[in-house]
């Protein structure tokens, strides 16, 4: 079985794209019918995060069934490894880790498979940048100079992330508020793990304004675009 992590603080505005995209990931022909559980870590939602879950479960299935759980850590470090304990008590052979606001390729999963290693680091791509106005130009074409989006790149994001046992030699995730991805990562390198830094799985993210982590993509954006020229 294959194990997808969504972790979620108040996402009732992107969460039914990502789960489409992940449920069309989970059906992808080469995967060949096996079983992907995708679990959404709502964490301290007080908005309808969970109803938009519920939709989806209800049309889940043996080859994807999608299901929600709450906790209240308001901490994604925590929300991801509850998650991902989760899917190893359920057997998952494989762990992938997307966000709330991004939307994964139909490819996602196969691609990721297909490197035949224990870690894969994805990129991300924007495709719009309107919620950042009259910056949005400024920022597509900051991002098209400072971002590798190539194989060989070193960008590490939760977002587009997979993992197979290795995860757990490697301590799994910390209980971090941010960069809880890269400890991890860190913590796989020094394992001894087999990397992929790999764009060929392919997801889309937001450059949303209400950034969820400080230090994250989305407040990365952010401080770009406060130092900015009026």
Same mark, same amino acid.
């Given at each position: 079985?294959?194990?997808?992590v969504? *972790?979620?603080?108040?996402?009732?505005?992107?969460?039914?794209?990502?789960?489409?995209?992940?449920?069309?990931?989970a059906?992808? *022909?080469?995967?060949?019918?096996e079983?992907?559980?995708?679990?959404?870590?709502?964490?301290?939602?007080?908005?309808?995060?969970a109803?938009?879950?519920?939709?989806?479960? /209800? +049309?889940?299935?043996?080859?994807?069934?999608?299901?929600?759980v709450?906790?209240q850590a308001?901490?994604?470090?925590?929300?991801?490894?509850?998650?991902?304990? +989760?899917?190893?008590?359920?057997?998952?052979?494989?762990?992938?880790?997307?966000?709330?606001?991004t939307?994964?390729? *139909?490819?996602?999963?196969?691609?990721?498979?297909?490197?035949?290693?224990?870690?894969?680091c994805?990129?991300?791509?924007?495709?719009?940048?309107?919620?950042?106005?009259e910056?949005?130009?400024?920022?597509?074409?900051?991002?098209?100079?400072?971002?590798?989006?190539a194989?060989?790149?070193?960008?590490?994001?939760?977002?587009n992330l997979?993992?197979?046992?290795?995860?757990? +030699?490697?301590?799994?995730?910390?209980?971090?508020?941010?960069?809880?991805?890269v400890?991890?990562?860190d913590?796989l390198?020094r394992?001894?793990?087999?990397?992929?830094?790999?764009?060929?799985?392919?997801?889309?993210?937001?450059?949303?304004?209400?950034?969820?982590?400080?230090?994250g993509?989305?407040?990365?954006?952010?401080r770009?675009? /406060?130092?900015? *020229?009026?």
């Open positions: 079985m294959i194990g997808i969504i *972790p979620a603080h108040n996402e009732q505005s992107y969460l039914d794209a990502c789960l489409s995209a992940v449920a069309a990931a059906r992808h *022909p080469t995967l060949e019918g079983a992907v559980r995708v679990l959404v870590v709502l964490d301290a939602c007080s908005d309808a995060s109803a938009v879950v519920a939709r989806h479960a /209800a +049309r889940s299935d043996g080859q994807c069934a999608i299901a929600g709450a906790v308001r901490n994604v470090g925590v929300a991801r490894a509850f998650g991902a304990a +989760r899917m190893v008590e359920m057997g998952a052979r494989w762990l992938a880790f997307t966000d709330a606001d939307r994964v390729s *139909p490819a996602w999963l196969a691609m990721q498979l297909s490197l035949g290693v224990d870690v894969v994805g990129t991300v791509a924007v495709d719009d940048w309107s919620p950042h106005r910056h949005g130009a400024a920022l597509s074409a900051h991002f098209a100079r400072s971002y590798t989006d194989d060989g790149h070193r960008h590490i994001h939760g977002a997979g993992v197979a046992a290795a995860y757990l +030699r490697a301590g799994g995730f910390e209980p971090l508020a941010c960069s809880e991805d400890a991890l990562v913590a390198e394992s001894g793990a087999r990397f992929a830094w790999s764009a060929a799985p392919r997801v889309a993210t937001s450059a949303r304004r209400d950034a969820k982590a400080r230090g993509f989305g407040d990365t954006l952010l770009y675009v /406060a130092g900015l *020229p009026a």
